[in-house]
Every structure is written in structure tokens, then in C-alpha cells.
């Protein structure tokens, strides 16, 4: 089963950055990497759905909730199974948990917003505010 911890969560002013990084490991194979998994970004905020922010798929493909693009934006780094969401512009409505999943998915160009992932980090708590 892969393991995924967030981490870089914190309180942020309105209109700060912040970047939370998603680290995988317990991969079922040797040499099994996070290429073989689309990861995706999502957001809790208190009293509301779970809601879909970015994701990134095997071959590097992104995609983005129109509540974030051009603002937030997903990348990896193999070498240490990381990925990461760079958060700028940040608004108090983009308060919550955020959480980030993954699929094995190996070879495809596309990814998912919907909460259809198999592997869950614990989540990391976001709080923009004055």
C-alpha cells in the first residue's frame, strides 16, 4: 500500500504563498516510482465537499479546478517521490485541509479531479487569514 504525508500546511496572509509537498514511499516493487501513479491535490474546508484542486498524471499531464488556475500549480520530483503544489495569491476561501492521493496509473496522459484515488495522505491544515 503507498504511503502519502503531506506537509508545508501553516497560516498564511491573504495574498502570501505557501508550497505543501506530498511524499510517497512504500511502493510494492523495486523501482516502482511515482511515474507509475497520478497524484492529485484536494481540498476540505470546514462544512464542504471535498473538492478537487490539481492533479498530475503519469506522463506528466496537469490539470486544474478553475477556483486555482493561475494561481496553483502541481510539479514533481521523482528522484524523491515528491510532489508539490506551489500556492500563490492565496484568498481565505482557500482555507481548509488539503490532501493529496494517488492511482497506479501507468502510461496515461490524464488524470482525474474526482475523488477516485485508492492511497490517501493524513492531510496538512492551510489557514489563510489577516
Known amino acids: 500500500q503507498l504511503q502519502l504525508v503531506e506537509s508545508g500546511g501553516g497560516l498564511v496572509q491573504p495574498g502570501g504563498s505557501l508550497r505543501l509537498s506530498c511524499a510517497a514511499s512504500?511502493?510494492?516493487?523495486?523501482?516502482?516510482?511515482?511515474?507509475?501513479?497520478?497524484v492529485a491535490w484536494f481540498r476540505q474546508a470546514p462544512g464542504k465537499e471535498r473538492e478537487g484542486l490539481s492533479c498530475?498524471?503519469?506522463?506528466?499531464?496537469?490539470n486544474y479546478a478553475d477556483s486555482v488556475k493561475g494561481r496553483f500549480t502541481i510539479s514533481r520530483y521523482l528522484a524523491n517521490n515528491t510532489v508539490y503544489l506551489q500556492m500563490n495569491s492565496l484568498k481565505p476561501e482557500d482555507t481548509g485541509v488539503y490532501y493529496c492521493?494517488?492511482?497506479?496509473?501507468?502510461?496515461?496522459?490524464?488524470?482525474?479531479?474526482?475523488?477516485?484515488?485508492?492511497?490517501w495522505g493524513q492531510g496538512t491544515q492551510v489557514t489563510v487569514s489577516a
Open positions: 498530475i498524471s503519469t506522463t506528466a499531464g496537469t
Open positions: 512504500g511502493f510494492t516493487r523495486p523501482g516502482y516510482t511515482l511515474t507509475f501513479y497520478a
Open positions: 492521493a494517488a492511482n497506479w496509473n501507468p502510461r496515461s496522459p490524464i488524470c482525474t479531479l474526482l475523488p477516485r484515488y485508492d492511497s
